[in-house]
């Protein structure tokens, strides 16, 4: 794991859509904000939120992102079933923010604690990207360095054919030494 990354904010990071986004009751909560009020203002400003900042989840991808929950964490299991089902029933399906809509939330909530976690929030989404872009330059490395290892492999073999070549065959009268 990245020092630099916040593992708390880190785990809050889903791809969904082929997307990382967070969802709206984490955002509330990380914001000191209810999740109804978080989507009010979201509302309220729908224009500064197209699909590319928010959408909200279909009933598959709640029901799926619940059953991940589930497996992985009994804590955040709770935190998603209150928000879906507080009293015994779906109650609506939720938000997901991507970067770009997490970074316009904070000209919606203005709180100082918003613009804080929001700030917390584009460095964590930032090193997640740096460390992306380091992997594909591992590849990049390990397939230059895979290529450079056959070349000398092929140089290698090439020489011990010539040597072999050049190597007298042994008499088939030779006394063997060993077993």
């Known amino acids: 794991m990245n020092p630099f990354i916040n593992p708390s904010l880190e785990s809050l990071i889903h791809h969904i859509r082929g997307q990382k986004v967070m969802l709206d009751h984490d955002l509330a909560r990380l914001y000191g904000v209810e999740t109804k009020a978080l989507n009010q203002a979201v509302k ?4 500064r939120f197209p699909a590319d900042f928010c959408f909200q989840l279909t009933e598959i991808e709640a029901k799926f992102l619940r059953s991940q929950i589930v497996t992985s964490n009994i804590e955040m299991r709770s935190q998603f079933e209150t928000a879906l089902d507080g009293r015994g029933g779906a109650r609506y399906r939720p938000h997901a923010f991507t970067e770009l809509g997490i970074a316009m939330l904070s000209s919606v909530l203005r709180s100082e604690q918003a613009v804080q976690v929001n700030i917390s929030i584009m460095r964590t989404f ?7 872009r380091e992997g594909q330059n591992s590849d ?3 397939k230059e ?3 450079n290892t056959n ?3 092929k140089f290698v073999f090439e020489r011990l054919d010539k040597i072999e070549r050049k190597t ?5 009268t030779r006394r063997k030494i060993g077993i």
Do not use: C
């Open 126 to 132: 930032f090193k997640l990207r740096d460390l992306v």
């Open 140 to 142: 990049e490395k390990i």
């Open 145 to 147: 360095l895979e290529k």
């Open 44 to 47: 309220r400003h729908s224009m």
């Open 168 to 172: 007298p065959a042994l008499s088939p």
């Open 151 to 153: 070349e000398l492999f």
